[in-house]
């Protein structure tokens, strides 16, 4: 559901950019840190479904706090709550300025990578399972 409701979230970002007259650009694939290029703002774009029981904080990459710092004025990150993991049904639209993300929330570092993960490296630590 991840992957289908970002993909979602990113159509109806784009469709509220065009609405409000601006002309939006995807360019999630390039790893500049956001999703949307539209008139100047730089569109991280996040799409849940969780509960607000369970949704306490929204998971940033690295990228995109590095493009947060690097541009607090122009950078935007939009948040569409769906209804739940299954649904279509739009039930928040939340639109961030940068600069009130970095007075108003707390950035931390949450989680760690280890890198790199491939067959190759973890062959010395592979077991039999049976």
Request: glycine share 6%; aromatic share 12%.
């Amino acid at each position: 559901m991840a992957k289908q409701a970002e993909q979602k979230a990113i159509e109806i970002v784009m469709e509220y950019e065009k609405r409000k007259g601006r002309n939006p650009l995807i360019v999630s694939r390039r790893g500049v840190g956001h999703d949307i290029e539209s008139d100047g703002r730089m569109i991280e774009v996040k799409g849940i479904g969780e509960s607000w029981l369970t949704y306490t904080w929204q998971s940033l990459y690295k990228n995109e706090v590095e493009c947060l710092n690097n541009n607090p004025k122009d950078f935007y990150l939009y948040i569409v709550k769906f209804k739940d993991k299954n649904s279509d049904e739009i039930v928040g639209f939340y639109i961030i300025p940068g600069i009130d993300l970095k007075s108003k929330f707390r950035i931390e570092v949450e989680t760690y990578g280890i890198r790199p993960v491939s067959k190759h490296s973890l062959k010395e630590f592979s077991k039999d399972w049976e």
